[in-house]
């Protein structure tokens, strides 16, 4: 079974400071994993996903996801969180093999960045 | 390029009547995915389609509910007699013809239906 977990329903944070958004996830063999973004009543944008290669991915807005096999983690984080980043954050992924197309998504992480 | 359309955006049925969510996918895009959004939750996949075809519908409910990608038109995902369990955000996607496992999936604005 495939599965994403985000342990954290909220994440508060300064403007300025780092932010961190967590996922973990489970599925058999190796995923491909990606974020999301959903600001209020509009639909998900796309911002980076883990395909092979490199650990570290960076994607829109100066986001990056390190992506940790051992740990099965790949967590959101941006070096300096801007007021404009508050939004719900939704980790997703796919098996490679697996069912075809559907994504499996994480419960989302709520982003408060305070000024 | 437009992106991913969905139409309407807020809907309103009462007990027992039927709902119809339209989906226009990217220009070039022939994949079409349906995710349920309900609150508090993140969002649950249903259909996955292709042009006349319809690939895995393995998260559709067995019942009141269907969906369709004809040769021409849109993506229609159709609800019958909804009950106020069937309130939910639901969610358009598309992909390219290629897809490939890793294609991503490129979401409209969501329709909003409410069930009274």
């Known amino acids: 079974a495939q599965s994403v977990a985000q342990p954290e329903d909220q994440v508060n944070v300064a403007e300025g400071n780092p932010l961190t958004v967590k996922c973990t996830y489970s599925?058999?063999?190796?995923?491909?994993l990606f974020w999301y973004v959903q600001y209020p009543n509009r639909g998900l944008q796309f911002l980076l996903k883990y395909i092979t290669g490199d650990n570290l991915v960076k994607g829109s807005y100066g986001f990056e996801a390190e992506f940790n096999k051992s740990q099965t983690s790949f967590h959101l984080k941006k070096p300096s969180a801007l007021v404009s980043d508050s939004a719900l954050y939704f980790c997703?992924?796919?098996?490679?093999?697996?069912?075809?197309?559907?994504?499996?998504f994480g419960r989302g992480t709520q982003l408060t960045v305070w000024p | 390029n437009a992106g991913v359309m969905q139409n309407p955006r807020h809907l309103v049925r009462r007990r027992g009547q039927e709902a119809r969510l339209r989906c226009s996918p990217m220009k070039g895009h022939s994949h079409v995915y349906w995710y349920r959004q309900l609150p508090e939750e993140g969002l649950k996949f249903m259909v996955y389609l292709q042009k006349e075809n319809i690939i895995d519908e393995s998260g559709m409910p067995k019942e009141r509910f269907s969906a369709e990608f004809p040769k021409e038109g849109p993506s229609i995902l159709r609800i019958q007699q909804v009950v106020r369990g069937d309130s939910a955000a639901y969610f358009c996607a598309s992909s390219p013809p290629r897809s490939g496992e890793a294609d991503t999936q490129y979401f409209g604005p969501g329709t909003r239906l409410t069930v009274l």
């Open positions: 599925v058999s063999g190796n995923p491909y």
């Open positions: 997703a992924v796919r098996g490679r093999g697996s069912t075809l197309g559907r994504l499996y």
